[in-house]
C-alpha cells in the first residue's frame, strides 16, 4: 500500500477535462494561429512535464494527456500546475486528459494534436513509436526509444515510415546543450589545439564517457517520488540500454560531427551489467511503497531488491575505441547530484569534463596531457582560440601537473531541466523545416544498435 502522501492526491474519473490551465474553448482563436499540438502519452517519467516546464510560440496550450489512471499520470499533473502556478514566468498549459485502460487506441483513434510526447514506462516505447508514426504522428520521445535488441527492427521500421510520410521522430537530447560538452566538441575539432582524435586501445579507449546517477533526487524543487516500476529493468530498461543513450550519442555527435553513422561502423567488444541494491525503506523513500510489488519479487532476496541499473560497453566506432559506462546510486553526497566524466584523447593534449566534489559538483572543462609544447605557449594559442568560439568572456586558468582549467562565466550554466526546453525548441525547428539534418537519423539508428547489441552481449546472448 502506498504512503499518505500519494493517497491526498486527488481521484480523476476515467474520462477527465482537466482544467491544470484552464479550460478548453471550441474555436479558440489563439490556439488556432499554433502550428503544433501536444499529446503527452501515459507520462510516468518526468521528462514529460520538463518539455513542458516553458510555453512555445508555435504550440498550443492545449494538451491532450491520454494515461493510465494512476499516481503517475497525477504527479504529471501537478508538475504541470506547479509550473502554471509560479510566480515567475507561469506557464499557461491547458491538461485535456483522458483517462482508461484504452488510453492508447483512444489517441490513435482520436489524433486531436500532431506531436506525441512518450516519457514514461518503456516496455511499450517501441510499439508506440510505431503506431504512432504509422497513424501519420510526429514523435519526440525521451531516451531510451528502446530497451531491447528484439525491437531494433520495428525501430527501423518506424524512421522509415516516418521518412515516407514526412514525419519526425526524434529523441531528448539535453546532454548535447551542455556548455562544457559544447566546448569540448569544439575544441576537438580544432587541430591547433586538439590535433587528432587519437585510435586509442581496447584498454586505453581514445573516448571515455562516465555517469553516475541517484533514484533519490529532487525535481522542480520537490523530492521526486519514483514509479515502482522504475526498478523493474523489463520495464525500465537496464543502465546499459538507458542513461548510456546519452553517452553514446555524446561520442557520435563529438567525434563525427555532420557525420552520417551506421550499424557497420559498430563493433560491440565487450559489455557488462551489474547491480545496486536496495533495501525495502530505500524503496519506500524513492516510491512511497511500504513493501515491493509482487511483479519485482523476481529480483529480492533477503529483502533486498538488486537492480541491474549499471553498465559499461567498450566499443569500437569507425575504428576508434570508445568506453562508456553508467553507474546508479541510491542518493548524491552532500552538495552533490548526477555526475558526468568525459575524456578525448588527441594528438595534442586531453580534453577532460570532471564533475566531482573537487568541482563543487559542477562540469567543468580541463585540458590535460599537453604535448610538443609548453604550458604557457599552449595557453596562450588557447586563449586565442577561445576568443574565436561564440561564447564571451572565457578565460584560461593554469592549475598544474601541465593542466589547464576553462573558467566558464555562470550565465552560460544553464541546468538539466532548462535542457528540455532547448531540445524541445529544436525539435519544433526541424518540424517547422520539415525534415532533420541528414545524420540524425542514421546516428540513432547506429546509436540504439549500439546499446541494444550490448546489452544482449552483456547477457551472453
Not at 492545449?62 to 497525477?74: E, F, K, L, Q
Request: proline content about 4%; charged content about 25%.
Amino acid at each position: 500500500m502506498r504512503i499518505k502522501l500519494l493517497l491526498v492526491l486527488p481521484l480523476m474519473a476515467a474520462v477527465v477535462s482537466c482544467g491544470s490551465g484552464g479550460s478548453k474553448n471550441k474555436g479558440d482563436q489563439v490556439n488556432d494561429k499554433k502550428v503544433f499540438k501536444l499529446m503527452t502519452v501515459d507520462p510516468g517519467h518526468f521528462h514529460a512535464a520538463l518539455v513542458q516546464k516553458i510555453m512555445y510560440d508555435q504550440v498550443s496550450p492545449d494538451v491532450n494527456v491520454y494515461a493510465p489512471s494512476g499516481p503517475d499520470v497525477r504527479q504529471h499533473l501537478d508538475r504541470i500546475k506547479s509550473y502554471n502556478s509560479r510566480t515567475t514566468d507561469p506557464t499557461k498549459w491547458n491538461e485535456l486528459v483522458y483517462t482508461g485502460d484504452d488510453f492508447f487506441e483512444k489517441m490513435i483513434a482520436e489524433k486531436p494534436g500532431n506531436v506525441v510526447v512518450l516519457a514514461g514506462n518503456n516496455r511499450k516505447k517501441a510499439e508506440y513509436i510505431y503506431k504512432s508514426i504509422t497513424a501519420g504522428l510526429n514523435v519526440l520521445a525521451d531516451k531510451p526509444m528502446i530497451i531491447s535488441f528484439d525491437d531494433f527492427p520495428r525501430l527501423e521500421a518506424a524512421f522509415r515510415t516516418a521518412n515516407e510520410n514526412g514525419l519526425i521522430l526524434y529523441d531528448i537530447m539535453t546532454e548535447r546543450f551542455e556548455v562544457t560538452t559544447i566546448l569540448q566538441k569544439l575544441l576537438s575539432q580544432n587541430e591547433i589545439v586538439f590535433g587528432k582524435l587519437q585510435t586509442g586501445t581496447e584498454k586505453e579507449p581514445a573516448v571515455t564517457k562516465e555517469s553516475i546517477h541517484h533514484f533519490s533526487k529532487v525535481v522542480s524543487g520537490i523530492s521526486l517520488l519514483r514509479p515502482d516500476w522504475f526498478f523493474d529493468t523489463d520495464q525500465q530498461g537496464e543502465g546499459i540500454v538507458d542513461v548510456t543513450t546519452h553517452l553514446v550519442d555524446l561520442i557520435q555527435w563529438e567525434c563525427f560531427p555532420g557525420q552520417s553513422l551506421s550499424k557497420e561502423d559498430i563493433n560491440v567488444v565487450a559489455a557488462k551489467r551489474w547491480a545496486t541494491t536496495i533495501s525495502k525503506d530505500e524503496f519506500k523513500g524513492v516510491t512511497g511503497f511500504n513493501d515491493f510489488p509482487t511483479f519485482l519479487w523476481k529480483d529480492v532476496k533477503n529483502g533486498i531488491m538488486s537492480v541491474f541499473s549499471n553498465g559499461e560497453i567498450v566499443y569500437q566506432i569507425k575504428g576508434i575505441w570508445a568506453k562508456v559506462s553508467v553507474e546508479w546510486k541510491y542518493s548524491a553526497p552532500e552538495g552533490g547530484g548526477d555526475s558526468h566524466y568525459s575524456l578525448m584523447k588527441g594528438t595534442k593534449c586531453d580534453l577532460v569534463i570532471r564533475q566531482t566534489a573537487k568541482e563543487k559538483y559542477i562540469p567543468t572543462l580541463y585540458i590535460e596531457n599537453v604535448k610538443g609544447v609548453s604550458l604557457q605557449d599552449f595557453s596562450n594559442k588557447l586563449r586565442e582560440i577561445l576568443i574565436s568560439l561564440p561564447y564571451d568572456s572565457l578565460s584560461v586558468e593554469n592549475v598544474g601537473d601541465n593542466a589547464l582549467k576553462v573558467n566558464i562565466p555562470a550565465k552560460y550554466r544553464v541546468t538539466h531541466e532548462e535542457h528540455f526546453g532547448q531540445v524541445t525548441s529544436k525539435f519544433l525547428q526541424y518540424l517547422k523545416d520539415g525534415k532533420l539534418p541528414e545524420w540524425e537519423v542514421p546516428n540513432m539508428i547506429a546509436k540504439y544498435y549500439t546499446t541494444t547489441s550490448a546489452l544482449k552481449k552483456a547477457k551472453g546472448n
